[in-house]
């Protein structure tokens, strides 16, 4: 007989996040929990594992089939080996008028990414072509971690690029700049330390 | 366009993001009146008002509320829709940034008139930093007695919980929202029964756009006629548009609702773009049918755009000029539905994911006679054949597109290629 199953993603500190997150929702609803723990999951790993769909399952009392039906529902769940940065770009209507297709395919280019492929050998970058992000006012719209890059053109593009290649995190457009699709993944969580400013 | 600008009034005070600010510019004025009237009297004014939902459908707010039933026995909830993601449409994003309590004052009103205890606002996921700036204005409401045990002194609770969503359009219909929030797919649910009645949790549950919610405080604290000083007789108020594309200051900006469009677009949007010639529009982000050059002077109100053809929608005008190719465009936003379809019903599921191919194939010059005719029968078999209205949305696409540039189709056709594109595509890139 195999061992009962370890809890490997949800151990120690992350534990105890997920069930902060679960006490967040009132009682009996825990389940509203699954979309912040896929987050936290996504957070620890840099994607969500198969491993991280089950214990979901058991800290909330449902199978691993339902967790993986929500996981799979929705974009912004990975379920695959991702890049270090996730670099989003929207091609919807409103950005492809100002020049979207343009920066799409300088992102290919310059993460050394073939088109229809989505993560670089050196597992620094994903693209990810993007619906609507609600920057229409300053499309081309462009997410790194989820953090805005306003009016984005090929040439900044390139720039976004060469930055995370170095090392460096670029300014966004607004807000704090997230390190890692990691770190935003925590954020998206709901972990981030907020304190009324 | 002359009016006093109410929910953009504060945007050039940087400090009425934060709770301080806000009140020194007169917030939560709305909600100290609120906490003295009965939840009757609430949810009256806000009727007499006259205010419709913006998030699309233009529901009358008042009577939302009104349908609640307070006598179940079961919690009663208010969720905020901020799952902004129509195309187009990005005035929820830029209210929030700047003025986060108001949408919070709104709330909490809200909360008061159906008696409710919990809040929930659901925001789209990619509004990372949006709900950021939300979660810190929580924690002042907090500390400033806006939200928690004691609401302004009330001695009633209102808890407000943030909740993420993921990247999935169809989460911005409500019941599709509620299922959501409940940790299920983003499906849509079968009406009845209605939210109001059974909504999350299976509690009754008010459910209101962000910019719905942020016009309730100045309602409560001002009254109705106030409110209808601005406006058309049966669109009062105003509204919020964005407007993007082909002109030179994208961005969004508050109207008296039935300003004509050749007002927004000269006089906000500054006109088209290097003074190029505009070729279409549409009012109310891309589920909304498109409109021409013809339609310059209609109204941007809910009768005056239905009587046009259209929908007033999330007020999300995406400006394409005469070099932009309409079965491209068109193809794009479809193949926006195709990839948002939810699954669940077979002529948006399958309808979609076929015409995104019919149109890409037209659009590359591979296009046969019988593809125009079955672009109309697609569109016209999709149209309200679906489960909610995303569907719709795909449908006015094809059948607006169809209708006013028709000759564009078939120029397309005829030519084997795009007359606006010189590059030819290989027909397996093109239909991929």
Same mark, same amino acid.
């Given at each position: 007989?195999?061992?009962?199953? *370890? *809890?490997?993603?949800?151990?120690?500190?992350?534990?105890?996040?997920?069930?902060?997150?679960?006490?967040?929702?009132?009682?009996?609803?825990?389940?509203?929990?699954?979309?912040?723990?896929?987050?936290?999951?996504?957070?620890?790993?840099?994607?969500?594992?198969?491993?991280?769909?089950?214990?979901?399952?058991?800290?909330?009392?449902?199978?691993?089939?339902?967790?993986?039906?929500?996981?799979?529902?929705?974009?912004?769940?990975?379920?695959?080996?991702?890049?270090?940065?996730?670099?989003?770009?929207?091609?919807?209507?409103?950005?492809?008028?100002?020049?979207?297709?343009?920066?799409?395919?300088?992102?290919?280019?310059?993460?050394?990414?073939? *088109?229809?492929?989505?993560?670089?050998?050196?597992?620094?970058?994903?693209?990810?072509?993007?619906?609507?992000?609600?920057?229409?006012?300053?499309?081309?719209?462009? *997410?790194?971690?989820?953090?805005?890059?306003?009016?984005?053109?090929?040439?900044?593009?390139?720039?976004?690029?060469?930055?995370?290649?170095?090392?460096?995190?670029?300014?966004?457009?607004?807000?704090?700049?997230?390190?890692?699709?990691?770190?935003?993944?925590?954020?998206?969580?709901?972990?981030?330390?907020?304190?009324?400013? | 366009?002359?009016?006093?600008?109410?929910?953009?009034?504060?945007?050039?005070?940087?400090?009425?993001?934060?709770?301080?600010?806000? @009140?020194?510019?007169?917030?939560?004025?709305?909600? +100290?009146?609120?906490?003295?009237?009965?939840?009757?009297?609430?949810?009256?004014?806000?009727?007499?008002?006259?205010?419709?939902g913006?998030g699309?459908?233009?529901?009358?707010?008042?009577?939302?509320?009104?349908?609640?039933?307070?006598?179940?026995?079961?919690?009663?909830?208010?969720v905020v829709n901020f799952d902004e993601?129509?195309?187009?449409?990005?005035?929820n994003?830029?209210?929030?940034?700047?003025?986060?309590?108001?949408?919070?004052?709104?709330?909490?009103?809200?909360?008061?008139?159906?008696?409710?205890?919990?809040?929930?606002i659901y925001v789209?996921?990619?509004? /990372?930093?949006?709900?950021?700036?939300?979660? +810190?204005?929580?924690?002042?409401?907090?500390?400033?007695?806006?939200?928690?045990?004691?609401?302004?002194?009330? $001695?009633?609770?209102?808890?407000?919980?943030?909740?993420?969503?993921?990247?999935?359009?169809?989460c911005g219909e409500e019941?599709?929202l509620?299922?959501?929030?409940?940790?299920?797919?983003?499906?849509?649910?079968?009406?009845?029964?209605?939210?109001?009645?059974?909504? /999350?949790?299976?509690?009754?549950? @008010?459910i209101n756009n962000v910019?719905t919610l942020?016009?309730?405080?100045?309602?409560?604290? +001002?009254?109705?006629?106030?409110?209808?000083?601005?406006?058309?007789?049966?669109?009062?108020?105003?509204?919020?548009?964005?407007?993007?594309?082909?002109?030179?200051?994208?961005?969004?900006?508050?109207?008296?609702?039935?300003?004509?469009?050749?007002?927004?677009?000269?006089?906000?949007?500054?006109?088209?773009?290097?003074?190029?010639?505009?070729?279409?529009?549409?009012?109310?982000?891309?589920?909304?049918?498109?409109?021409?050059?013809?339609?310059?002077?209609?109204?941007?109100?809910?009768?005056?755009?239905?009587?046009?053809?259209?929908?007033?929608?999330?007020?999300?005008?995406?400006?394409?000029?005469?070099?932009?190719?309409? @079965?491209?465009?068109?193809?794009?936003?479809?193949?926006?539905?195709?990839?948002?379809?939810? $699954?669940?019903?077979?002529?948006?599921?399958?309808?979609?994911?076929?015409?995104?191919?019919?149109?890409?194939?037209?659009?590359? $010059?591979?296009?046969?006679?019988?593809?125009?005719?079955?672009?109309?029968?697609?569109?016209?078999?999709?149209?309200?054949?679906?489960?909610?209205?995303?569907?719709?949305?795909?449908?006015?696409?094809?059948?607006?597109?169809?209708?006013?540039?028709?000759?564009?189709?078939?120029?397309?056709?005829?030519?084997?290629?795009?007359?606006?594109?010189?590059?030819?595509?290989?027909?397996?890139?093109? @239909?991929?």
């Amino acid at each position: 007989m195999a061992a009962a199953p *370890q *809890q490997a993603v949800f151990a120690g500190d992350a534990l105890d996040d997920a069930r902060r997150i679960i006490a967040r929702y009132p009682e009996p609803h825990g389940r509203s929990a699954i979309m912040p723990l896929l987050y936290l999951a996504q957070s620890i790993d840099g994607m969500v594992s198969q491993d991280a769909l089950r214990e979901i399952g058991v800290l909330l009392g449902i199978t691993t089939a339902e967790v993986e039906a929500v996981a799979t529902f929705y974009s912004m769940y990975r379920l695959r080996p991702t890049g270090e940065h996730v670099v989003s770009v929207c091609t919807n209507l409103a950005c492809k008028l100002r020049g979207a297709e343009a920066v799409y395919t300088t992102a290919h280019e310059a993460a050394g990414i073939q *088109q229809g492929a989505e993560r670089s050998e050196d597992g620094v970058f994903t693209i990810h072509e993007e619906e609507c992000l609600g920057v229409c006012d300053h499309a081309p719209a462009v *997410q790194v971690d989820f953090c805005n890059h306003d009016d984005v053109t090929p040439v900044r593009m390139r720039e976004l690029v060469a930055s995370l290649r170095a090392g460096e995190v670029p300014s966004p457009s607004r807000g704090p700049a997230f390190a890692s699709f990691k770190a935003a993944s925590r954020a998206l969580a709901g972990l981030e330390e907020v304190t009324a400013s | 366009m002359t009016f006093e600008p109410r929910l953009t009034r504060n945007w050039s005070n940087p400090d009425a993001v934060g709770l301080d600010g806000y @009140v020194a510019a007169g917030g939560y004025a709305g909600l +100290r009146k609120a906490v003295t009237m009965s939840d009757a009297d609430i949810v009256e004014v806000v009727k007499a008002s006259g205010l419709r939902g913006r998030g699309g459908a233009g529901f009358p707010t008042g009577m939302k509320w009104g349908f609640v039933p307070r006598d179940t026995g079961k919690p009663t909830y208010v969720v905020v829709n901020f799952d902004e993601s129509e195309p187009g449409t990005c005035n929820n994003r830029e209210l929030v940034e700047r003025e986060p309590h108001r949408l919070l004052e709104g709330t909490v009103i809200a909360a008061r008139a159906i008696g409710c205890e919990t809040a929930f606002i659901y925001v789209r996921g990619e509004y /990372l930093w949006q709900s950021i700036v939300l979660e +810190r204005a929580i924690a002042e409401a907090y500390e400033g007695g806006y939200l928690g045990a004691d609401v302004a002194g009330s $001695g009633t609770r209102v808890d407000v919980v943030l909740h993420r969503g993921a990247g999935a359009y169809i989460c911005g219909e409500e019941t599709a929202l509620l299922n959501s929030l409940e940790g299920l797919r983003g499906q849509p649910r079968l009406r009845p029964p209605f939210p109001a009645v059974e909504g /999350l949790y299976a509690s009754p549950t @008010v459910i209101n756009n962000v910019e719905t919610l942020m016009n309730v405080p100045d309602i409560v604290e +001002r009254g109705a006629d106030w409110f209808r000083e601005v406006g058309t007789e049966k669109s009062p108020g105003t509204k919020m548009v964005t407007i993007s594309g082909k002109v030179e200051q994208p961005g969004n900006y508050e109207i008296a609702l039935g300003t004509p469009f050749r007002q927004v677009l000269e006089e906000l949007g500054g006109g088209m773009l290097d003074g190029a010639t505009l070729k279409a529009w549409t009012p109310g982000g891309s589920s909304t049918p498109m409109l021409t050059a013809a339609h310059i002077d209609t109204a941007l109100d809910y009768e005056s755009l239905s009587a046009a053809g259209s929908m007033l929608g999330t007020a999300a005008i995406m400006v394409m000029d005469e070099s932009d190719c309409v @079965v491209d465009c068109a193809q794009r936003m479809v193949a926006f539905y195709a990839h948002e379809s939810c $699954g669940k019903c077979t002529p948006c599921r399958e309808g979609n994911w076929w015409a995104t191919r019919v149109l890409a194939r037209i659009e590359h $010059g591979y296009g046969r006679e019988v593809d125009i005719p079955l672009m109309h029968d697609v569109g016209k078999n999709t149209l309200f054949r679906a489960f909610c209205a995303l569907a719709d949305g795909s449908a006015s696409v094809i059948n607006s597109s169809l209708q006013h540039f028709t000759d564009e189709y078939e120029e397309h056709v005829r030519l084997g290629r795009c007359p606006l594109k010189d590059a030819p595509v290989a027909e397996e890139v093109a @239909v991929s």
